[in-house]
């Protein structure tokens, strides 16, 4: 018999993360771990202001998960008929599947990758991502954390001041430049000055969100104008990569916990694959056992920000390391 449990744990930050949804100098973060015999597996549950996650959503539907006698489950396929059954936050559908997936790896004493029959990937390159500065903190922020060990920095962008920001960053770091700004923008025309203001041979991989999820028209005018590669992160959520997004998005942002499993996430990379569409695993603010996990489906992906578990102050697992922005799995996976 399966047992199952949940918990609840502060992770202290090492400087206050600054967002568009809101500041904070900590994260509480759930672990569900399920348990049979010695061994175990566990996830984790990162939550999404944006999606209206709180603690209470989290737990109740563990409760109302638990109350589905989970204990009996023997394979994925039954574990997944339950979850699905019910309608709980995505990032814990993500923790409660992860959880029972890293427990069958052990159980069966292969890799995840087996377990889920996807192709390795040992190593990747990290973006990092800037929390949102003024235009006069950015220079020092890149030096005191020694940044330009990263081949590419995002940072957080408004209307207001997105030009002087970029070109801030651009001054202080020779590497690539990641723009999110996290559907700041009131239209596609606004969007497209933007980009003319910043001016020729500005070392750009990516605009992330410029406009509103619900901006449907102005992301399809935006996507043939546009210059610099436009990528969907709140538009995309825990459904399908479509056609709809084909026409709108030349990359995708993945999270895990947004897609609410490894085998939904999978399903939209290689959805967005068949579609021409670029990908990337992104990550809501996790200790290493969520970065872990995305690196789990790295092979084949374009674009990598996993940097989230180095703005913790401590990491209470210690499953990736990072050395000159590339992330490593730190044991033998």
């Not at 999404?48 to 737990?59: F, G």
């Not at 995505?90 to 159980?107: M, P, Q, R, T, W």
Request: aromatic residues 10%; hydrophobic residues 40%; negative net charge.
């Amino acid at each position: 018999m399966l047992n199952w449990t949940i918990e609840k744990i502060e992770l202290p930050l090492r400087y206050t993360w600054k967002i568009a949804h809101g500041s904070t100098n900590s994260k509480t973060q759930y672990f569900v771990t399920v348990e049979c015999d010695g061994l175990s597996g566990k996830g984790e549950v990162a939550l999404s202001t944006r999606l209206q996650e709180s603690d209470s959503l989290v737990e109740n539907g563990f409760k109302k998960f638990m109350g589905a006698d989970p204990s009996k489950c023997t394979t994925l396929e039954e574990l997944l008929k339950i979850v699905g059954s019910m309608n709980l936050p995505n990032s814990l559908k993500f923790g409660i599947e992860s959880a029972f997936v890293h427990y069958l790896a052990n159980l069966s004493e292969q890799s995840v990758h087996q377990i889920l029959g996807l192709n390795t990937l040992n190593t990747v390159n990290t973006g990092y991502s800037l929390p949102i500065l003024e235009t006069g903190e950015i220079s020092e922020f890149v030096v005191k954390h020694n940044l330009d060990r990263f081949h590419a920095l995002k940072i957080k962008v408004d209307q207001d001041n997105a030009v002087e920001k970029v070109k801030e960053l651009a001054k202080v770091f020779r590497g690539n430049l990641r723009i999110d700004a996290n559907e700041s923008f009131d239209n596609a025309d606004q969007v497209i000055k933007f980009i003319e203001d910043l001016g020729p041979n500005m070392p750009i991989e990516f605009l992330e969100q410029p406009l509103a999820a619900d901006k449907h028209d102005d992301y399809h005018y935006l996507f043939d104008k546009s210059e610099i590669d436009i990528m969907g992160d709140e538009s995309v959520t825990s459904t399908d990569i479509t056609e709809y997004h084909a026409e709108r998005f030349h990359a995708v942002n993945i999270k895990l916990q947004k897609a609410g499993g490894y085998l939904k996430a999978m399903k939209q990379i290689r959805e967005a694959r068949e579609l021409g569409i670029k990908t990337m695993l992104g990550c809501m603010v996790e200790s290493s056992l969520g970065i872990s996990c995305a690196l789990n489906l790295a092979f084949g992906v374009d674009y990598f920000d996993l940097d989230s578990f180095l703005f913790l102050e401590k990491d209470p697992f210690d499953l990736v390391t990072e050395e000159k922005g590339r992330l490593f799995y730190s044991h033998f996976h």
